[in-house]
């Protein structure tokens, strides 16, 4: 069975520059220039109009999308219950942390162009995504950039965690930096977002084979490999195969990419010998714990 990432859907009809959408609060969005797309939606930058003044700044990216479109409803929701910027200054000072890795979320809504209906959703505008950094690097950080980039993800999956989801999907391609401090690294991308806990009422693990292998096949969890629905653990099962890729250069399976259950034995493998079989994963002649 081949791995089921997230197929692309058609992209919607670029909006035009300067078009004003209003959010679900009232709140006026001036649509800014195309600045890319994901796999789903285009990205947009945007601009709010400060009331006196009447200029305009430029503070967020906005993404819109058809209607009826999933990921992005997924990810809207775990923008609209845990990325509010009251909640992140909340948690920040709990945690006496200077910055938490979460984009801010500003508002959402609902526009029509050309007889079609668009969700778009306004967040904090980030910059350069991790993943071209690791390439222009030689494919290879740093221990202590793997070991920061660590413990800045650990504090964002707390996080995350604390207010009932996972995430699902963390890879060097949904980090990115900030855009105003580049020091900072930010946890993007929530479309396979998982709401394990509502309410308090935790999912029950189930495995099924019809749903394995989902997610990106490199990074996934095992417990994903099964059909299992995301979870906590899975997170930071992840988590581990970015740090080992970032600091090796590459992964043990990465040559069996097109096999998913030859990928999901050796990463049984890695995981039963812990931690004798990372130690001794060398990429380049040169052992990764150096």
């Known amino acids: 069975m081949p791995p089921k990432g997230r197929g692309r859907s058609k992209l919607p009809v670029p909006l035009p520059g300067g078009m004003i959408l209003k959010d679900t609060e009232g709140k006026a969005w001036r649509l800014g220039s195309q600045i890319g797309q994901g796999g789903f939606g285009l990205i947009y930058l945007g601009k709010i109009p400060l009331v006196i003044t009447r200029a305009f700044c430029e503070c967020v990216r906005n993404l819109a999308e058809y209607l009826e479109n999933g990921p992005l409803f997924s990810e809207l929701k775990f923008y609209q219950r845990a990325a509010k910027q009251e909640n992140i200054r909340k948690w920040m000072t709990l945690k006496k942390i200077k910055c938490l890795g979460i984009p801010v979320f500003w508002g959402s809504g609902l526009v029509e162009y050309k007889g079609k209906s668009y969700r778009f959703m306004v967040m904090e505008r980030l910059g350069e995504d991790l993943q071209r950094i690791f390439e222009d690097s030689g494919s290879r950080f740093k221990k202590e950039t793997v070991l920061q980039l660590g413990a800045r993800m650990l504090d964002a999956l707390e996080y995350i965690h604390e207010n009932e989801y996972v995430h699902g999907d963390i890879k060097a391609a949904n980090l990115l930096l900030g855009y ?29 084979p019809r749903k394995g292998h989902n997610g990106t096949i490199e990074f996934t969890s095992l417990d994903a490999h099964k059909g299992v629905a995301p979870s906590r653990r899975g997170d930071l099962e992840i988590l581990g195969y970015c740090m080992l890729q970032w600091l090796c250069g590459k992964l043990p399976w990465e040559q069996n990419l097109k096999d998913p259950v030859a990928v999901q034995t050796a990463k049984t493998k890695l995981m039963d010998e812990l931690p004798r079989s990372v130690m001794e994963w060398d990429s380049s002649g040169s052992n990764c714990s150096k």
């Open 180 to 208: 105003t401090n580049p020091h900072e690294v930010y946890l993007a991308d929530y479309g396979l977002s998982y709401r394990y806990c509502p309410n308090g009422n935790h999912k029950q693990y189930q495995e099924n």
